[in-house]
């Protein structure tokens, strides 16, 4: 059965520090990927997105992800966190399909 | 830009009671989701409607129902609430598309406890 594993439950960052929360997926076929964010008290907003082409995707808010097809990874990176980045992040994988597979969720708290 | 309402953003229900749990978006969008969402679970797919009166189980649909009479809404039904239904319910809309690479559309959640 298709997967979606995030690694990191909870991560606490200084602001300024660079941010990396893992997504490693099992399905060999096609897939399109997404980061999601929640924000306290607010609804699941979509990060960024790939399907296809360069396997570099940059979103809001200055986060970008790439696809590394052959560690079956889409990682999502951003260079600088501020507070306000403080948020659950879930990784989710469509293969085609209706059916979304979303990861646990990571719990990122940055320090101001 | 998108609206998807959930009706309620609490509900305290008791055992055994029927519970409606409504959901309705604005931009036409054929899909439309249920999910629970619970710590360390992340989001679990309860059930999916792909067209009026059209629905599909997702992966844990015992003990719910669904109802998707117009198109823009869609609600969610628990037959008789059990306290292990106690959590986060998030509704979400997409476009079909032609590969399901349409991204989902959340609403703000109904955060059920059953005592």
């Known amino acids: 059965a298709q997967s979606v594993s995030q690694h990191n439950h909870h991560v606490i960052l200084s602001e300024a520090a660079s941010l990396e929360l893992g997504c490693n997926y099992s399905?060999?076929?096609?897939?399109?990927l997404f980061w999601y964010v929640q924000y306290p008290g607010q609804h699941l907003q979509l990060l960024l997105k790939y399907f296809s082409g360069d396997p570099l995707v940059k979103g809001i808010k200055g986060f970008e992800a790439e696809f590394i097809k052959s560690k079956f990874s889409f990682n999502l990176r951003k260079p600088s966190v501020q507070w306000s980045d403080t948020a659950e992040y879930f990784c989710?994988?469509?293969?085609?399909?209706?059916?979304?597979?979303f990861g646990t969720g990571t719990r990122l708290k940055v320090l101001a | 830009d998108v609206k998807v309402t959930q009706s309620s953003r609490y509900l305290v229900k008791r055992t055994g009671e029927k519970v409606f749990l409504e959901c309705v978006q604005d931009?036409?969008?054929?899909?439309m989701f249920w999910y629970r969402q619970d710590p360390g679970l992340g989001l679990r797919l309860i059930y999916f409607?792909?067209?009026?009166?059209?629905?599909e189980k997702g992966d844990i649909p015992e003990g719910y129902s669904v109802s998707r009479e117009k198109k823009e809404r869609f609600s969610l039904i628990l037959e008789s609430a059990s306290t292990n239904q106690t959590s986060m319910y998030l509704c979400a809309s997409s476009l079909r598309g032609s590969s399901y690479n349409s991204p989902l559309h959340f609403g703000n959640g109904t955060r059920l406890t059953v005592t």
């Open positions: 989710a994988v469509n293969s085609g399909t209706y059916k979304y597979i």
């Open positions: 399905y060999g076929g096609t897939v399109n």
């Open positions: 931009m036409d969008h054929e899909n």
């Open positions: 409607s792909y067209d009026v009166k059209m629905k």
